[in-house]
Nanobody, 115 residues
Framework: QVQLVESGGGLVQAGGSLRLSCACS????????MGWYRQAPGKQRELVAT???????NYADSRKGRFTISRDNAKNTVYLQMNSLKPEDTAVYYC?????????WGQGTQVTVSS
């Protein structure tokens, strides 16, 4: 079994920064793509960013330039650096990973940006 545990969420003022982390643990043979998604109240879950094992990144257009995804393969951990946060970035942020050819989700971490 594989577990994803997110951390780093919280309350921040508009214009501030947060760094999310997601550690993947368990019986891991391989991890391919990892990523972050978010879901705001009353809205569908949406892509924030993904990163391949080799470091190739993909961002949703509205997050380009403000958010940076990275990963440490030795630690099976993915990060999301979020800068210049806006109130509309308020959401539950979910970590995602393709591990052992299966898709896994974390439990989510709340990010709240006050105006």
């Amino acid at each position: 079994q594989v577990q994803l545990v997110e951390s780093g969420g919280g309350l921040v003022q508009a214009g501030g920064s947060l760094r999310l982390s997601c550690a993947c643990s368990g019986s891991i043979f391989s991890i391919n793509n990892m990523g972050w998604y978010r879901q705001a109240p009353g809205k569908q879950r949406e892509l924030v960013a993904t990163i391949t094992r080799g470091g190739r990144t993909n961002y949703a257009d509205s997050r380009k330039g403000r958010f940076t995804i990275s990963r440490d393969n030795a630690k099976n951990t993915v990060y999301l650096q979020m800068n210049s946060l806006k109130p509309e970035d308020t959401a539950v942020y979910y970590c995602n990973a393709w591990a052992n050819a299966h898709n896994y989700w974390g439990q989510g971490t709340q990010v709240t940006v006050s105006s």
